[in-house]
């Protein structure tokens, strides 16, 4: 699964991705997204998923895998 592109496709005010976040709890993603930017929310997808449609410029894709770990870098999608 890519999400190659996503926030290019949204303009955003605040922080619109979270590459560090990478290999980290689900749990603790999730409250550093919605610390460092609260206009989003935040949708968690296991890696088997595809980005659900329409784009969503106030959403954030986290993908997980089977471990609960953050699997690609979470962005505004």
């Known amino acids: 699964m890519s999400t190659a592109g996503c ?3 949204c ?3 605040g922080k619109s991705s979270w590459p560090e976040l990478m290999g ?3 749990a603790k993603a999730v409250s550093v997204i919605q610390t460092e930017n609260p206009s989003v929310h935040v949708k968690v997808l296991n890696m088997s998923k ?3 449609l329409p784009v969503d410029c106030a959403r954030v ?3 997980v895998d089977d471990t609960n770990k953050v699997a690609l870098p979470p962005v505004i999608c």
């Open 24 to 26: 980290t709890n689900v």
């Open 11 to 13: 303009k955003v005010t």
């Open 7 to 9: 926030s290019s496709a």
């Open 50 to 52: 595809s980005i659900p």
């Open 61 to 63: 894709i986290v993908f």
